[in-house]
C-alpha cells in the first residue's frame, strides 16, 4: 500500500504537468492562428500598403526601385506580381542548411512574393509575404516555409517606403 503523502505528492505533480501541457497547447493554438481585424484577406496581413492615384506600373517600378535598392533581386513574376529574392544572414543559413551544408557552401535564401490588388475604385493594395527558401538553387528541390506575421516588420517597412516614394 502506498504511503498517504506519496499519492498526494504523485497526484500534485499529475496535475501540475496537465496543466503546463494545456498551457502550452492553447500558446500553440492561438500562436498557429492567423486573425486579421482590419477586414483584410489573410494574404494582406503579413505587409500591406493602400496606393492612391497611381498606377499599377507606377506602383511596380517604385516597388522594384524600394527593393533593388535594399539588396534585393528580381521583378514581374506575372500580371501584377512581383517575386525578390536576398541571400538571408549567415546564422539563418546555419541554422537551416545545417553545419555540414553551410560548409560545402548551401545558402538560405529569402523570398517575397508582391502583388497589386485593385481596390475597386479606391486605388490599389500592394501586398506581400516572405519566405524561407532551402534546398538549394534547383527549383525541384527547394522548400518554401513562409515567415509567421510577427516576422513582417522589415517587409512592412520596405512597403512604407513605397508608399512614401509614390506620394
Known sequence: MKHPATTCLTGRL????SMFTSAWGLALALSSTSCTTTGE????SFASVTIQNRSPEEIIQATAQ?????GWRGGMSGPGQMIFEKE?????TLAREGVVGTFYGAQTM?????????LAGEGYRLQCKAYLITGGSDPFFQEEKPLTNIRSAP?????????????
Do not use: H, M
Request: charged letters at 20%; proline letters at 2%.
Open 14 to 17: 499529475l496535475s501540475a504537468i
Open 41 to 44: 484577406p489573410n494574404s494582406a
Open 66 to 70: 524600394v527593393f533593388g535598392a535594399d
Open 88 to 92: 538571408a544572414s549567415r546564422g539563418t
Open 110 to 118: 529569402n523570398r517575397v512574393r508582391a502583388e497589386i490588388i485593385s
Open 155 to 167: 517587409y512592412q517597412s520596405l512597403l512604407n517606403k513605397v508608399a512614401e516614394k509614390l506620394k
